[in-house]
C-alpha cells in the first residue's frame, strides 16, 4: 500500500492545487472588475470547477475500487480522465516534492494493476496479447525475434525462451516490440481486450496512458545489467498476469494447472 499512497497522495495534491487556483481566480479577478473581466472570470471559474468534479469523482472511484478491491462500474470514466489528464501534473509535483520518476512510476503501475484486478470478467484467450520488450532478448542473440518470434531457439540464454511457450500453451497473442511505435502497431493491428505488458516503470506507464481505456496489467522487468540491456522477468509472473484475465480474476488464477 505504501507504493501506492505516493501516486494517489500526489493526485489529492494536485486537486488542491486546482481548487488553490480556483480560489485564487475567484478572489483575485471576480472582486476587482465591475466590467467584462467579470464574465470571463465566471467563465473560466465554471470550467474549472466542472474539470474539479470530474477530477473529484474519478479520484473518489480510484479510492473506492482500491479499498474495495471491486470495480466502481459508473465512475469508470471519470477514473480514466483523472487518471490520464492529471498525469503530468503528478509528475510535476513530484519533482517539486523531490521524488525520484522511477517511485511514482512504480506506485502508479501498482495503482492501475489494483484498478485492473479490480475488474471481474474473463476474456477468451485470443483476445488477450502480451506485448515484451526486446531488452529481454540475450544482446549477443543473433536471431531476429521482433519479426518473428519463432526465430527464437529457446536455447535458455534468456527469459523469451520461457515466455514463448506461455503463448503456445495459453493460445493468446505475444509480440515483441523494440519500441511505443511497434507496439501501438501490434495494438492496432490485434485489437485486444487487455493486454499484459512486460517493461520498466517509464514505458510500462506512458504504454499504460496510451492504452486507456484499455486494461493494461503491468509487470515490471528486472534490470540487472542496467537499463535496456539483458533484462529479466519472471516468467511465472507474466503466466500469472495472463491467467488473471483468461480465467476470469485473481481469486481463480491460484486454482488453475500450468499444464
Ligand atoms: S532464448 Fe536463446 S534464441 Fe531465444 S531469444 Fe533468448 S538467446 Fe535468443
Not at 64 to 93: A, G, Q, R
Not at 243 to 248: N, R, S
Request: aromatic share 8%; charged share 20%.
Amino acid at each position: 500500500m505504501i507504493k501506492k499512497r505516493i501516486y494517489l497522495g500526489l493526485l489529492a495534491a494536485t486537486m488542491l492545487l486546482f481548487a488553490g487556483a480556483l480560489g485564487y481566480i475567484w478572489l483575485t479577478f471576480f472582486q476587482q472588475d465591475g466590467g467584462w473581466l467579470r464574465y470571463i472570470t465566471i467563465v473560466a471559474v465554471v470550467a474549472v470547477l466542472a474539470c474539479l468534479i470530474v477530477i473529484g469523482l474519478g479520484f473518489a472511484g480510484i479510492v473506492l475500487s482500491l479499498v474495495s478491491e471491486k470495480n466502481i462500474t459508473f465512475l469508470n470514466k471519470p477514473m480514466n480522465f483523472t487518471f490520464s489528464l492529471l498525469y503530468p501534473v503528478v509528475m510535476w509535483l513530484g519533482k517539486v516534492f523531490k521524488i525520484t520518476q522511477d517511485k511514482i512510476q512504480r506506485s502508479f503501475v501498482e495503482v492501475n494493476n489494483q484498478l485492473v484486478k479490480a475488474k471481474q470478467g474473463k476474456l477468451t484467450p485470443d483476445r488477450l496479447l502480451i506485448l515484451l520488450p526486446h531488452c529481454l532478448q540475450e544482446r549477443e542473440c543473433p536471431n531476429r525475434i521482433t519479426t518473428n518470434t519463432e526465430n527464437c531457439t529457446r536455447c535458455g540464454r534468456c527469459p523469451v525462451g520461457d515466455l514463448l511457450p506461455l503463448s503456445e500453451r495459453y493460445g493468446v497473442h505475444l509480440r515483441i516490440a523494440t519500441g511505443g511505435t511497434l507496439a501501438r502497431e501490434a495494438v492496432k493491428k490485434l485489437r485486444p481486450r487487455a493486454i499484459v505488458a512486460v517493461a520498466c516503470e517509464r514505458d510500462l506507464t506512458s504504454g499504460i496512458l496510451d492504452c486507456i481505456p484499455l486494461p493494461v496489467l503491468g509487470v515490471t522487468n528486472d534490470r540487472p545489467h542496467g537499463p535496456c540491456f539483458n533484462t529479466y522477468v519472471d516468467p511465472d509472473a507474466v503466466e500469472k498476469a495472463i491467467l488473471f484475465f483468461i480465467q476470469g480474476g485473481e481469486g481463480n488464477v491460484f486454482h488453475v494447472s500450468a499444464n
